[in-house]
């Protein structure tokens, strides 16, 4: 029982940081995967995505995946998961990556 306290207790802001991350890049990935990236520029603009367009949003996408995370964003989640003392990140935060990743997409809609 007292390991299971310490392992809890171990649980730090660069573990939630960590898990953030990893989540983030799984959505980036899956964004990049097939047609994802097409299907979900044309839902945000009503327009199709253009090669030119495309590689441009998926070479920002590609060093999203190796940035630090912008933590003033991700502070809200980070907070609620230490209060919650979560070790997963719940579908109802799904929007904090959304948010990120539209930031990058939305620069190429014009």
Not at 22 to 36: C, E, F, I, P, Y
Not at 60 to 87: C, F, M, T, V, W
Request: aromatic share 8%; glycine share 4%; hydrophobic share 40%.
């Amino acid at each position: 029982m007292a390991n299971t306290q310490k392992i809890e207790a171990a649980f730090t802001v660069d573990m939630i940081i960590d898990l953030i991350r990893s989540t983030r890049n799984q959505h980036v990935k899956a964004l990049l995967a097939g047609d994802t990236l097409n299907i979900h520029y044309t839902k945000k603009s009503g327009k199709e995505l253009s090669v030119v367009k495309k590689e441009f949003i998926k070479r920002d996408l590609q060093s999203l995946l190796i940035i630090p995370l912008d933590l003033s964003h991700y502070s809200g989640l980070i907070r609620k998961i230490k209060e919650e003392n979560a070790r997963t990140i719940a579908d109802e935060h799904f929007h904090f990556f959304m948010q990120e990743i539209d930031g990058i997409i939305d620069r190429y809609i014009i």
